[in-house]
């Protein structure tokens, strides 16, 4: 797409700072637009669309990586050893 074109190349700031990097977060709320205004023609239920457009904000918008998630249920799952 056009509006990431100008990060094509920065593979190496996105596993390094992932959307702290300026440049991928702004192409990250350009895709947000993008794809929010064209979700409700795919014709998804709305429990679901309502499910993919909470996903998109929170990874996109909020910028928090599905990685962040994963740590944190795990902490919140474990039992503390005795």
Do not use: F, K, Y
């Not at 014709?43 to 990685?67: F, H, K, N, T, Y």
């Amino acid at each position: 797409m056009r509006c990431c074109a100008g990060t094509a190349s920065h593979w190496q700031q996105a596993t390094e700072a992932g959307l702290a990097d300026p440049a991928l977060r702004d192409c990250a709320g350009r895709l947000l637009a993008v794809v929010g205004e064209r979700l409700p023609g795919l014709g998804l239920p709305d429990p679901l669309l309502a499910q993919v457009e909470r996903l998109l904000q929170r990874r996109l918008g909020a910028a928090i990586s599905p990685g962040l998630d994963e740590l944190s249920a795990g902490v919140g799952n474990q039992e503390v050893a005795r």
